[in-house]
């Protein structure tokens, strides 16, 4: 079983919105902070959006303004919302949580075509 598990990727139109999930499957320690990165066909993995236990967030510029990151530190969740998303968006989002060691979800598509 993966550590984490996403939910929440699919189809969607320029435009449009997704809410991507992620929940750890185990008891984690010391969890300072999660988020989510991305992977476009040909390109490498980037950071997407992160926040810390103490809610300090960062996002990558292409970004900003359109997703919007929440965790729940308590459960060892993080969600992204993506709003008015467009083509360049679509790539496999990696759920991350990074403590006493690095954890990763699997991945889940996410597509923006028309």
């Known amino acids: 079983q993966e550590p984490l598990m996403e939910s929440g990727g699919g189809l969607v139109q320029p435009g449009g919105s997704l809410r991507l999930s992620c929940v750890a499957s185990g008891r984690f320690f010391s969890i300072n902070a999660m988020g989510w990165y991305r992977q476009a066909p040909g390109k490498e993995r980037e950071l997407v959006a992160r926040?810390?236990?103490?809610?300090?967030?960062k996002y990558a510029d292409s970004v900003k303004g359109r997703f919007t990151i929440s965790g729940d530190y308590d459960r060892t969740a993080v969600s992204l919302q993506m709003n008015n998303l467009k083509p360049e968006d679509t790539a496999v989002y990696y759920c991350?949580?990074?403590?006493?060691?690095?954890?990763w979800g699997k991945g889940t598509l996410v597509t923006v075509s028309s």
């Open positions: 991350c949580a990074f403590g006493d060691r690095d954890y």
């Open positions: 926040i810390t236990n103490i809610g300090r967030t």
